[in-house]
Nanobody, 123 residues
Framework: QVQLVESAGGLVQAGGSLRLSCAASGTRFSINDMGWYRQAPGKERELVATITQGGSTDYADSVKGRFTISRDNAKNTVYLQMNSLKSEDTAVYYC?????????????????WGQGTQVTVSS
């Protein structure tokens, strides 16, 4: 129903920056909250940042002050600007979206995940 496509990640040196994007597509859908998660090898997936439809943001303590989440509602796209990257930021990053989708005359909730993109920070 609603598909998310993430931009490519990359290999970045410690202290460098990288910007991720995630675009949602589908038919007759709307988006409420958007967010980014990450999962490092051998670890559980963790929340990185979220942004509401109104633009309110929340960040994990580990990325606060370094990462910025933003969204372009006209493009149904969420971004994650990552600055001052550390080796600890190395992970697969996933975007997540929840909202509403219309199926015929029925309005339903949905949530979707991106395919994941690898971000590697070298020290």
């Amino acid at each position: 129903q609603v598909q998310l496509v993430e931009s490519a990640g990359g290999l970045v040196q410690a202290g460098g920056s990288l910007r991720l994007s995630c675009a949602a597509s589908g038919t007759r859908f709307s988006i409420n909250d958007m967010g980014w998660y990450r999962q490092a090898p051998g670890k559980e997936r963790e929340l990185v940042a979220t942004i509401t439809q109104g633009g309110s943001t929340d960040y994990a303590d580990s990325v606060k002050g370094r990462f910025t989440i933003s969204r372009d509602n006209a493009k149904n796209t969420v971004y994650l600007q990552m600055n001052s990257l550390k080796s600890e930021d190395t992970a697969v990053y996933y975007c997540h979206v929840d909202g509403r989708v219309t199926h015929g005359i029925v309005l339903r909730r949905y949530d979707s995940w991106g395919q994941g993109t690898q971000v590697t920070v070298s020290s």
